[in-house]
């Protein structure tokens, strides 16, 4: 079997690759997800081939190819009104308009793409596809699974290499691309090598479509098992044989419905009219291990009726967690009243001296002004605002003039951190629960031949109290033995030292 091509959400590389997913970091909060383009002629009026763009500028995808990740791409020169020429005019006043420019038309007809040219207008950063950036800059189908929400999910539902999770709302598949990044330990090489896995269910038609088209362009199709379904009705079988699921994750409206699907006996409540009770009940759980779960609810109404049902089906360690996410910011804060040209500066006086020395100076010049002759104003003097902004001009001359050597701003000042004004999340409450293997008579017999019981030779407890005792002095008879012997040692070596 053939080894499938590995998703760049799982190894990447070192450098970026046709069509291939790339995220472009316009700005700190600012991405693009692209599929880059091999150039192989003119692309939407580009002669350039395809072209991103920007408030930034132009970015030909033949300059982000075949460079390290995280590089800083250049804008380049391309012509943006020559885009839908063709549609407005006819054929042959384009050819008369482009019929000068004979150096460029020869070297895009022997190249067949148009060498791109570096211009100054701006620059961006060209980043491998990560489940965090991905859900940053993913089109939102529903509201998303944010990084502290999942990050948090996958931990305590106990998500790791070759773990196999159901999840149940994939939405616009952010916490799929999480998840099958926690669980991947390689593609399976036949049907029955079991590996990591996701088995995710989508009720609505439309993002399942969509849901589809991302995995298989991002090549996780091989690792998630994309199914169409109402789980209320339909369970989680998958073509009624079970997942053998390890962890959980429900981000459904009604939780609870889904939840007597999620058992390892065939609960009384699913029993309906016209069904066969006869019928083997087939849970999808993992026999052999305890099962972990999580539902994903933005009311608290909502996580009342999910832990009833789950207190009713046996669940245990039943918790709910609310996650408040907030952002520190590390910037460098320059105080002082040096930093008059500087932006992004607080000019006011770092400490105490630096402010009396600038009213001592506004003070003098107050003084120099009063006595100066009176001027040829209507009452002959200056008035009180021309002399304060003569002195705090005068003043701003001499700390220019005064002003430290200059630093890298990297370097200068004080190095503090702030938070976020705002806390920009959803409200949404995490409830996890476990329900514990079943331990059968078969289970407790391989136990007990694996650890039998009545035959231990030194078991805490199984002797008496004089047999402890004498122990206990035999073992004080041993520490007196070995201090007698260091001592004589020791004094040999002092009687062989005189």
Not at 1 to 26: C, D, N, Y
Not at 385 to 394: C, I, R
Request: hydrophobic share 30%; with cysteine.
């Amino acid at each position: 079997m053939t080894r499938p091509t590995v998703s760049p959400f799982l190894e990447p590389g070192l450098h970026t690759k046709a069509r291939s997913l790339a995220i472009l970091q316009l700005s700190r909060d600012n991405l693009l997800p692209i599929y880059l383009q091999e150039a192989s002629g003119e692309h939407d009026g580009y002669a350039e081939g395809a072209v991103v763009n920007t408030r930034y500028g132009s970015f030909p995808h033949s300059t982000m190819l075949n460079v390290s990740w995280g590089s800083q791409i250049r804008a380049s020169k391309v012509d943006t009104g020559s885009r839908g020429r063709k549609r407005k005019r006819g054929l042959k006043d384009d050819a008369e308009e482009n019929q000068p420019e004979t150096a460029d038309n020869n070297e895009t007809e022997a190249t067949g793409v148009k060498q791109a040219v570096a211009d100054d207008s701006g620059f961006i950063h060209v980043l491998p596809p990560t489940p965090e950036l991905w859900t940053q800059s993913l089109p939102h189908r529903t509201q998303v699974v944010y990084t502290p929400d999942y990050s948090y999910i996958l931990h305590r539902i106990r998500a790791r290499p070759g773990s196999t999770i159901i999840e149940a709302g994939a939405g616009s598949g952010s916490f799929t691309h999480a998840s099958v990044r926690a669980v991947y330990n390689g593609y399976p090489s036949s049907a029955e090598d079991r590996k990591g896995k996701v088995f995710s269910f989508e009720y609505h038609e439309e993002r399942y479509h969509k849901m589809t088209k991302e995995l298989t362009d991002h090549k996780l199709d091989g690792l998630v098992h994309l199914t169409h379904r109402d789980v209320y009705n339909g369970g989680f079988l998958i073509d009624g044989k079970s997942p053998e699921a390890d962890a959980i994750f429900l981000d459904l409206p009604k939780p609870w419905e889904a939840l007597p699907h999620l058992s390892r006996r065939k609960p009384q409540t699913r029993a309906k009219e016209g069904e066969d009770s006869a019928a083997e009940w087939v849970s999808p759980l993992n026999p052999k291990r305890a099962v972990h779960i999580c539902t994903f609810s933005p009311c608290i109404e909502q996580v009342t009726r999910t832990v009833s049902a789950m207190r009713r089906l046996g669940w245990v360690d039943i918790d709910m967690v609310e996650i408040a996410n907030r952002k520190l910011h590390t910037i460098r804060d320059r105080v002082g009243l040096h930093y008059q040209t500087d932006r992004g500066v607080n000019v006011s006086p770092h400490d105490v001296e630096e402010a009396l020395e600038r009213l001592a100076e506004i003070e003098e010049r107050v003084r120099e002004q009063a006595a100066r002759p009176r001027g040829a104003g209507e009452d002959g003097a200056e008035d009180a605002d021309t002399v304060m902004k003569n002195g705090e001009e005068a003043a701003k001359d001499k700390t220019s003039a005064e002003q430290p050597p200059f630093q890298t701003p990297w370097v200068d000042g004080r190095l503090i951190t702030k938070g976020e004004p705002e806390i920009k999340t959803h409200t949404s409450y995490l409830v996890f629960a476990v329900l514990p293997r079943e331990w059968t008579e078969e289970d407790e017999a391989a136990a007990f031949a694996k650890y039998p019981c009545g035959k231990e030779k030194a078991v805490v407890g199984s002797i008496d109290k004089q047999t402890r005792k004498k122990e206990r002095r035999e073992q004080l008879q041993k520490i007196g033995d070995r201090k007698a012997r260091r001592k004589e040692r020791a004094e040999k070596i002092a009687e062989a030292v005189e």
